[in-house]
């Protein structure tokens, strides 16, 4: 479970500039623009859950 | 929804104890947990010691099952040239345009293949006759590729018996004598021009027959008197306001049912949008059919009451020169009359029986109500079902004069009933070829049998109506490329030419169809050519029409015998493919096997019915048989209560008792085609004058999908009065939705206000929140999205055993309940799988978290947690939880302790063998996107989550938002009436959304609802209240 999980619950997305996380997920832009949140983790959109990516 | 009462089963209807105390189980059968403890460690119950003592047990078992050799797997690696755009890239589907045909019709498709293997059709979105959805046979289509009882597994001496066969033709014609090539429809301008090649090669003797197992060539002959030329027209529902159907299954077997279908859907869901409009749909037939379901009114009636029927109705709607006959008792016609006269330009009747004089006195209904030019199109006709059964009768009767004959691709001596009359003969003649994939039933009487290939390695083209060109084009190498050859390039062979099939059907385009290399690769990309040549319609003669017509009634004495295709199995064709005979009658629920259905009325005049006799497709219980002679005929079947057949009349399924066809197929049901006879030059799928005996000691059992899936109500549970399923079905009719949108779901907002909950928060859904839509009144029960989820999730084909013992691994069913009067209930069918709740009962109660929800709102499995307690399945309340009893797709090559596992069909696997899907050809056919589960864990729907990741990916990748539309879940592809629709509830654009909450954002209280909503469990799964275009009221109360 190390190598996986462990990179999703410390690397961080590419939020920001992309447009698919524009209109979605508006907690954490209201986050990140209030500064509470320096980034998204993949572990934080879901990215440990097992069926993302063992369907 | 009043007191209306409503029934799954014959249990059900008469609340036995039995039924009761099962409802309230997940599985059918009792766990054998506590046998297997009995056995093991002699204990009485199971107690927190003895689970222990079991845990060891397993714990030692796992271990036995480690030490076994390990399966040899084979590693190939992937190539892939960035350069070639056109190379394959591993993990990526790549997409073919095609053409899918079978006895019901042709679809356009489009081919899913990974790493060049087919494993999925899907609709072709450009298609020139389907658009949209497949048939659950297309859907299994892609499992016949892997078959591995089909031939060329041996490589051949192609020119030494194409030397012989040649020889052989020369001398029939040089002695004059004669050939006959004998095929099923074709369809095939191709294959056409390679008969008319081998004809005028051999230009005195050579002649092509066709004929349909199941024909329809009285519409051909009764138009060729009523136009002058023998054709099928097109018939467009989409354009017709009243339908009424005469023993016509058009939405489920008759003549191209996924196009009608598709048309049918487009009539049948009023909204605001289309002024709440609705067309209305009567429906006359002998036996209960998916049409019959979904139509507004129906009427049993039995087969030798359809001519009288027909001149009643002609009379009836002001048609002149017929005299009249008296009207059927119990079948009043007055309203379907009245409607058909105020729909005049905007109504369609159709008739399914292969008569000539019904087809004639359709055809004057038709004219009278002007539907020539507006609901049929006589000018682009049909090129369905081209067999002449003249044309074949008279072959049969001349067959001692026949030297030759070259099948082609048809097994007259199965699908006919003249197997008797081939046999004798083809041992007489000089030359027998049979182009089959399979020594079926006629070829192992032929001196050569030449194997051909699957349409997913073939090339062709169709032309299933005039003008619309559909190519067939190659997804994948021929599997046994040096056993087999293209049927085309047999006879071209045998003409002395050379062409292979690929050049002769590029020619053939290039000459006939498109201009030039691009126009070819345009054609192949969109699937097809249409060159419609927009043909003026034939003029209608009533006076030959009705000149043929007489008024006398024909006689039928006792028992009326119905033969019809079941969605599934068909003609019986392709009936060794599994996934056909796993998927169950739409109706009748039933796999593998066909039976003799019977009235209720019928059941209890013999002494079956009622509370203290009960019997009936029961849990693990076993039916009586019925020896049923008649034609001289006598056949044993099993015996089951069909509601909605007409009285005295009983109905057997064709396309069953194959005895070559291979393992799947054999010794599945009995072959009734030797009932099929002939009526004036036309085949006749009734009979009259039967004798039925029934043997009520005999305990057949059959693998019925049903009663174990009954949904949990309060009913069920001791004490409670019963509620009659008003929260799982709903229904209203037109007039009340025309007064108010919540017609049907008025107790919606009440439900919606009680919030009670024993769970905490609902998660909240920040990024995607999936929810599926499913239209109770576009969904016709159709079945295609059943088979297409078992291709698309790899879920396992059980065999009977399995099904009987409730076993069956669907991860979608579609439930189906009768409602109102025993004798001809009304049905409703509702497409039911994993509703994703937000609430799950079934997660909280898993002792390993092995099924969670997601953050997107999904409820989701890790197969590798679950540790197979069965808690989850336990606590569903919509029972769509599936347990993987035995390993039955070689997840983990336990194989060795599936000791006591049953073939597919009833028999015993003979020693040695094992599941078909424990084969490596057939495991091509396994989606490598979805784990294949192995023995002792759940599964169950996951909403295609592997669909809902790819979108995702490709649109991150593309760096753009998600779009409504991206996801398109398997069953959602494969409807043809759109009745389900998937998508982000979270995106207010989107149509699921826009489907569960209004402009406000508040839930919707018109046609939206939630089965068992009131229990708070938050389904994401939606249904839309089923609006019956009806006068009377509903819920009227159970008679």
């Given at each position: 479970m190390?190598?996986?999980?462990?990179c999703?619950r410390?690397?961080?997305?590419?939020?920001?500039?992309?447009?698919?996380?524009?209109?979605?997920?508006?907690?954490?832009?209201?986050?990140i623009?209030a500064?509470?949140?320096?980034?998204?983790?993949v572990?934080?959109?879901g990215?440990?859950?097992?069926?993302?990516?063992?369907? | 929804?009043?007191?209306?009462?409503?029934?799954?089963?014959?249990?059900?209807l008469?609340q036995?104890?039995?039924?009761?105390?099962?409802?309230?189980?997940?599985?059918?059968?009792?766990?054998?947990?506590?046998?297997?403890?009995?056995?093991?460690?002699?204990?009485q119950?199971?107690?927190?010691?003895?689970?222990?003592?079991?845990?060891?047990f397993?714990?030692?078992?796992?271990?036995?099952?480690?030490s076994?050799?390990?399966?040899?797997?084979?590693a190939?690696?992937?190539?892939?040239?960035?350069?070639n755009?056109?190379?394959?890239?591993?993990?990526i589907?790549?997409?073919?345009?095609s053409?899918?045909?079978?006895?019901?019709?042709?679809?356009?498709?489009l081919?899913?293949?990974?790493?060049?293997?087919?494993?999925?059709?899907e609709?072709?979105?450009?298609g020139?006759?389907?658009?949209?959805?497949?048939?659950?046979?297309a859907?299994a289509?892609?499992?016949?590729?892997?078959?591995?009882t089909?031939?060329?597994?041996?490589?051949?001496?192609?020119?030494?018996?194409?030397?012989e066969?040649?020889?052989?033709?020369?001398?029939?014609d040089?002695?004059?004598?004669?050939?006959v090539?004998l095929?099923?429809?074709?369809s095939?301008?191709?294959?056409?021009?390679a008969?008319?090649?081998?004809k005028?090669?051999?230009?005195?003797?050579?002649?092509?027959?066709?004929?349909?197992?199941?024909?329809?060539?009285?519409?051909?002959?009764?138009?060729?008197?009523?136009?002058?030329?023998?054709?099928?027209?097109?018939?467009?529902?989409?354009?017709?306001?009243?339908?009424?159907?005469?023993?016509?299954?058009?939405?489920?077997?008759?003549?191209?049912?996924?196009?009608?279908?598709?048309?049918?859907?487009?009539?049948?869901?009023?909204?605001?949008?289309?002024?709440?409009?609705?067309?209305?749909?009567?429906?006359?037939?002998?036996?209960?059919?998916?049409?019959?379901?979904?139509?507004?009114?129906?009427?049993?009636?039995?087969?030798?009451?359809?001519?009288q029927?027909?001149?009643?109705?002609?009379?009836a709607i002001g048609?002149?020169?017929?005299?009249?006959?008296?009207?059927?008792?119990?079948?009043?016609i007055?309203?379907?009359?009245?409607?058909l006269?105020?729909a005049?330009?905007?109504?369609?009747?159709?008739?399914?029986?292969?008569?000539?004089?019904?087809?004639?006195?359709?055809?004057?209904?038709?004219?009278?109500?002007?539907?020539?030019?507006?609901?049929?199109?006589?000018?682009?006709?049909?090129?369905?079902k081209?067999?002449?059964?003249?044309?074949?009768?008279?072959?049969?009767?001349?067959?001692?004069?026949?030297?030759?004959?070259?099948?082609?691709?048809c097994?007259?001596?199965?699908?006919?009933?003249?197997?008797?009359?081939?046999?004798?003969?083809?041992?007489?003649?000089d030359?027998?070829?049979?182009?089959?994939?399979?020594v079926d039933?006629?070829?192992k009487?032929?001196?050569?049998?030449?194997?051909?290939?699957h349409?997913?390695e073939?090339?062709?083209?169709?032309?299933p109506?005039?003008?619309?060109?559909?190519?067939?084009?190659?997804?994948?190498?021929?599997?046994f490329?040096?056993?087999?050859?293209?049927?085309?390039e047999?006879?071209?062979?045998?003409c002395g030419?050379?062409?292979?099939?690929?050049?002769?059907?590029?020619?053939?385009?290039?000459?006939?169809?498109?201009?030039?290399?691009?126009?070819?690769?345009?054609?192949?990309?969109?699937?097809?050519?249409?060159?419609?040549?927009?043909?003026?319609?034939?003029?209608?003669?009533?006076?030959?029409?009705l000149?043929?017509?007489?008024?006398?009634?024909?006689?039928?004495?006792?028992?009326?015998?119905?033969?019809?295709?079941?969605?599934?199995?068909?003609?019986?064709?392709?009936?060794?493919?599994?996934?056909?005979?796993e998927?169950?009658?739409?109706?009748?629920?039933?796999?593998?096997?066909?039976?003799?259905?019977?009235?209720?009325?019928?059941?209890?005049?013999?002494?079956?019915?009622?509370?203290?006799r009960?019997?009936?497709?029961?849990?693990?219980?076993?039916?009586?048989?019925?020896?049923?002679?008649?034609g001289?005929?006598?056949?044993?079947?099993?015996?089951?209560?069909?509601?909605?057949?007409?009285a005295?009349?009983?109905?057997?399924?064709?396309?069953?008792?194959?005895?070559?066809?291979?393992?799947a197929?054999e010794?599945?049901?009995?072959?009734v085609?030797?009932?099929?006879?002939?009526?004036?030059?036309?085949f006749?799928?009734?009979?009259?004058?039967?004798?039925?005996?029934?043997?009520?000691?005999a305990?057949?059992?059959?693998?019925?999908?049903?009663?174990?899936?009954?949904?949990?109500?309060?009913?069920?549970?001791p004490?409670?009065?019963?509620?009659y399923?008003?929260?799982?079905v709903?229904?209203?009719?037109l007039?009340?939705?025309?007064?108010?949108?919540?017609?049907?779901?008025?107790?919606?907002?009440?439900?919606?206000?009680h919030?009670?909950?024993?769970?905490?928060?609902?998660?909240?859904?920040?990024?995607?929140?999936?929810?599926?839509?499913?239209?109770?009144?576009?969904?016709?029960?159709?079945?295609a999205?059943?088979?297409?989820?078992?291709?698309?999730?790899n879920?396992?084909?059980?065999?009977?055993?399995?099904?009987?013992r409730g076993?069956?691994?669907?991860?979608?069913?579609?439930?189906?309940?009768?409602?109102?009067?025993r004798?001809?209930?009304?049905?409703?069918?509702?497409?039911?799988?994993?509703?994703?709740?937000?609430?799950?009962?079934?997660?909280?109660?898993?002792?390993?978290?092995?099924?969670?929800h997601?953050?997107?709102?999904l409820?989701q499995?890790?197969?590798?947690r679950c540790?197979?307690?069965?808690?989850?399945?336990?606590?569903?309340?919509?029972?769509?939880?599936?347990?993987?009893?035995?390993?039955?797709?070689?997840?983990?090559?336990?194989?060795?302790?599936?000791?006591?596992?049953?073939?597919?069909?009833?028999?015993?696997?003979?020693?040695?063998?094992?599941?078909?899907?424990?084969?490596?050809?057939?495991?091509?056919?396994?989606?490598?996107?979805?784990?294949?589960?192995?023995?002792g864990?759940?599964?169950?729907?996951?909403?295609?989550?592997?669909?809902?990741?790819?979108?995702?990916?490709?649109?991150?990748?593309?760096?753009?938002?998600?779009?409504?539309?991206?996801?398109?879940?398997?069953?959602?592809?494969?409807?043809?009436t759109n009745?389900?629709?998937?998508?982000?509830?979270?995106d207010?654009?989107?149509?699921?959304?826009?489907?569960?909450?209004?402009?406000?954002?508040?839930?919707?209280l018109?046609?939206?609802?939630?089965?068992?909503?009131?229990q708070h469990?938050?389904?994401?799964?939606?249904?839309?209240?089923?609006?019956?275009?009806?006068?009377?009221?509903?819920?009227?109360?159970?008679a």
């Amino acid at each position: 479970m190390g190598w996986c999980v462990n990179c999703h619950r410390e690397t961080n997305i590419q939020f920001k500039d992309s447009k698919y996380y524009e209109n979605t997920f508006d907690r954490y832009h209201e986050e990140i623009e209030a500064q509470k949140r320096n980034g998204v983790t993949v572990k934080d959109i879901g990215g440990t859950e097992c069926q993302k990516c063992h369907y | 929804m009043g007191n209306k009462q409503y029934w799954q089963s014959l249990e059900e209807l008469e609340q036995t104890p039995e039924f009761k105390e099962k409802v309230s189980k997940e599985f059918k059968d009792e766990l054998p947990v506590v046998d297997y403890a009995e056995n093991l460690t002699k204990v009485q119950s199971t107690g927190r010691r003895d689970f222990l003592k079991m845990l060891g047990f397993s714990v030692s078992a796992a271990a036995v099952a480690t030490s076994c050799r390990i399966p040899v797997k084979k590693a190939i690696p992937y190539v892939y040239d960035k350069n070639n755009p056109l190379s394959l890239v591993p993990g990526i589907a790549e997409y073919f345009a095609s053409t899918y045909a079978d006895e019901s019709g042709v679809q356009n498709i489009l081919v899913k293949t990974r790493e060049g293997r087919p494993i999925k059709i899907e609709a072709n979105p450009n298609g020139l006759i389907t658009k949209s959805g497949s048939s659950a046979r297309a859907q299994a289509s892609v499992l016949g590729l892997y078959d591995h009882t089909r031939l060329g597994k041996e490589e051949l001496d192609w020119a030494g018996f194409d030397r012989e066969i040649v020889d052989q033709l020369l001398s029939i014609d040089a002695k004059g004598g004669k050939t006959v090539v004998l095929s099923n429809t074709l369809s095939s301008p191709v294959l056409s021009a390679a008969i008319d090649k081998l004809k005028s090669k051999y230009s005195s003797s050579v002649e092509h027959v066709s004929y349909d197992a199941v024909s329809l060539s009285a519409v051909r002959k009764a138009n060729e008197i009523s136009f002058g030329n023998a054709i099928i027209p097109s018939y467009n529902f989409d354009k017709a306001d009243v339908i009424v159907g005469v023993s016509c299954d058009f939405l489920g077997t008759w003549l191209s049912p996924v196009e009608f279908s598709i048309q049918y859907g487009q009539t049948r869901v009023p909204s605001e949008k289309n002024g709440k409009h609705m067309s209305r749909h009567y429906q006359f037939q002998s036996n209960n059919t998916i049409t019959g379901s979904a139509a507004d009114y129906s009427y049993p009636v039995k087969p030798s009451q359809e001519k009288q029927l027909l001149i009643n109705l002609y009379n009836a709607i002001g048609g002149h020169g017929l005299g009249s006959v008296a009207s059927i008792e119990g079948v009043d016609i007055s309203q379907a009359a009245k409607d058909l006269k105020n729909a005049k330009g905007k109504a369609l009747v159709v008739c399914g029986t292969n008569d000539i004089e019904c087809q004639l006195l359709t055809n004057a209904i038709n004219d009278v109500l002007g539907s020539y030019g507006a609901t049929i199109d006589t000018g682009t006709p049909s090129n369905l079902k081209q067999g002449d059964d003249e044309a074949f009768l008279n072959l049969v009767n001349s067959l001692g004069d026949v030297n030759g004959l070259i099948l082609l691709g048809c097994n007259p001596a199965y699908n006919t009933p003249y197997a008797a009359e081939f046999e004798a003969a083809m041992r007489n003649m000089d030359l027998t070829v049979a182009l089959s994939d399979r020594v079926d039933e006629t070829a192992k009487f032929a001196s050569y049998v030449v194997p051909g290939r699957h349409y997913l390695e073939s090339w062709n083209i169709l032309e299933p109506k005039e003008g619309k060109f559909c190519v067939v084009q190659p997804t994948i190498n021929p599997i046994f490329e040096g056993g087999t050859r293209p049927y085309v390039e047999s006879l071209l062979t045998w003409c002395g030419d050379k062409t292979k099939e690929y050049d002769f059907v590029k020619d053939y385009s290039k000459t006939n169809l498109v201009s030039g290399e691009k126009g070819w690769i345009d054609a192949l990309k969109a699937g097809g050519v249409d060159k419609n040549a927009e043909n003026t319609g034939l003029s209608f003669d009533l006076s030959s029409t009705l000149s043929k017509v007489s008024t006398s009634l024909p006689s039928s004495s006792g028992i009326e015998v119905v033969l019809y295709e079941s969605i599934g199995v068909g003609d019986g064709s392709q009936a060794n493919n599994p996934f056909v005979q796993e998927f169950p009658d739409p109706i009748s629920r039933l796999t593998w096997d066909n039976y003799l259905a019977i009235s209720y009325e019928m059941a209890e005049a013999n002494g079956f019915a009622g509370r203290k006799r009960i019997w009936t497709n029961n849990n693990n219980s076993t039916v009586p048989t019925a020896t049923i002679n008649v034609g001289g005929k006598s056949i044993i079947l099993p015996v089951l209560i069909q509601f909605g057949l007409a009285a005295n009349t009983v109905a057997i399924a064709l396309g069953y008792g194959r005895s070559a066809a291979g393992r799947a197929a054999e010794g599945v049901g009995q072959d009734v085609y030797p009932l099929v006879n002939s009526l004036n030059n036309s085949f006749k799928y009734s009979l009259d004058g039967a004798d039925v005996s029934f043997n009520m000691g005999a305990k057949y059992p059959l693998g019925i999908m049903q009663v174990y899936g009954t949904l949990m109500e309060e009913y069920a549970l001791p004490g409670k009065t019963p509620k009659y399923r008003s929260a799982i079905v709903k229904e209203t009719n037109l007039k009340s939705y025309k007064k108010s949108s919540k017609a049907g779901n008025e107790d919606r907002e009440g439900v919606l206000h009680h919030k009670y909950t024993p769970y905490g928060e609902v998660q909240d859904f920040q990024g995607h929140h999936w929810g599926m839509g499913v239209d109770l009144n576009s969904c016709i029960g159709c079945g295609a999205c059943v088979v297409a989820c078992n291709i698309e999730n790899n879920i396992p084909i059980v065999g009977k055993t399995e099904v009987f013992r409730g076993h069956d691994m669907h991860w979608m069913r579609i439930d189906r309940y009768y409602s109102g009067d025993r004798n001809n209930p009304a049905v409703s069918f509702q497409p039911m799988m994993c509703q994703h709740c937000d609430n799950a009962p079934c997660e909280n109660v898993c002792p390993v978290n092995a099924t969670n929800h997601s953050n997107e709102g999904l409820n989701q499995m890790a197969y590798n947690r679950c540790i197979g307690t069965r808690y989850c399945a336990n606590n569903c309340p919509y029972k769509v939880r599936r347990f993987n009893w035995l390993d039955y797709q070689a997840a983990d090559m336990f194989g060795k302790f599936n000791d006591n596992r049953k073939g597919w069909g009833s028999k015993k696997l003979p020693e040695g063998q094992t599941d078909y899907m424990y084969e490596d050809l057939t495991r091509m056919v396994l989606n490598p996107d979805v784990t294949v589960r192995s023995r002792g864990v759940i599964e169950k729907c996951s909403f295609c989550v592997q669909r809902i990741q790819e979108s995702k990916l490709v649109a991150k990748n593309e760096n753009r938002p998600l779009k409504d539309g991206d996801i398109k879940v398997a069953c959602q592809t494969s409807c043809p009436t759109n009745a389900i629709s998937f998508g982000d509830l979270n995106d207010e654009h989107s149509e699921i959304y826009n489907l569960f909450y209004d402009a406000k954002g508040s839930e919707r209280l018109d046609r939206n609802y939630h089965v068992l909503e009131e229990q708070h469990f938050l389904p994401s799964v939606g249904y839309q209240v089923k609006i019956r275009n009806i006068e009377e009221n509903v819920a009227k109360d159970f008679a």
